[in-house]
């Protein structure tokens, strides 16, 4: 069992920043992926951004490329996503999740086995 609380979420205007953060508990060792997902109203899943905990590989959305970046710190069972220059379209509930392996972001929702209560990011004027 895997244990993920999320924070960091809020309201920013477009260009804004935030950055997310995931704290794992519990059996994380088997856990070889980790990731954000969101969802929109109205809207399925969408996979963000993942990280391998082992290697430290990363994958992103193409929507997201350059933009946002996930980090990882494993002394604190921690992972984060910073989320720069957001855009009205990144609004949506954010889902950190932890999974068995990383196909790719947009594979994550599908894979993932955890995931946490969400965090809800609005980016409006």
């Known amino acids: 069992q895997v244990d993920l609380v999320e924070s960091g979420g809020g309201s920013v205007q477009p260009g804004g920043s935030l950055r997310l953060s995931c704290a794992a508990s519990?059996?994380?060792?088997?856990?070889?992926?980790m990731g954000w997902f969101r969802q929109a109203p109205g809207k399925g899943p969408e996979g963000v951004a993942v990280?391998?905990?082992?290697?430290?590989?990363?994958s992103y959305a193409d929507s997201v490329k350059g933009r946002f970046t996930i980090s990882q710190d494993n002394a604190q069972n921690t992972m984060y996503l910073q989320m720069n220059n957001l855009k009205p379209e990144d609004t949506a509930m954010y889902y950190c999740?932890?999974?068995?392996?990383?196909?790719?972001?947009?594979?994550?929702?599908?894979?993932?086995?955890?995931w946490g209560q969400g965090t809800q990011v609005t980016v409006s004027s």
């Open positions: 999740a932890a999974g068995p392996r990383c196909n790719s972001a947009a594979a994550l929702p599908a894979v993932a086995n955890y």
């Open positions: 519990g059996d994380t060792y088997s856990s070889a992926c």
């Open positions: 990280i391998a905990t082992g290697s430290g590989s990363t």
